[in-house]
């Protein structure tokens, strides 16, 4: 199961998986492993539960549009290339020095 970007999970998502742990007798943390999502934000919504809170909590959050979450995805993808060139760079540099070939980069 993928994560939801950034931690904003709808209140029917929040409710469904306090059921989840109410009605199945699972721990906080089994239970936030099977959904993917962290055992701290569960445990949040299963205290705020017990109180009555549920529905209030998020209400201050907004889900990104459609061009922040692709905005999000090309920089997380544009990181992990540049990873990989400047990992091939220092393979190469390190392929030389071992052949003898040094020379000023």
Do not use: C, H
Not at 96 to 101: I, L
């Amino acid at each position: 199961m993928e994560r939801t970007p950034k931690g904003l999970y709808s209140p029917e998502f929040r409710a469904e998986a306090v059921k989840l742990i109410e009605k199945t007798g699972l721990s906080v943390d089994r239970a936030a492993k099977q959904l993917s999502i962290p055992k701290s934000s569960l445990g949040n919504w299963v205290r705020a539960a017990k109180k009555g809170q549920l529905a209030e909590v998020g209400k201050g959050q907004r889900l990104p549009s459609e061009q922040e979450l692709e905005l999000g995805k090309l920089r997380k993808e544009l990181a992990e290339v540049k990873q990989e060139r400047d990992l091939l760079k220092n393979l190469r540099r390190i392929s030389r020095r071992s052949r003898g070939e040094i020379r000023p980069d």
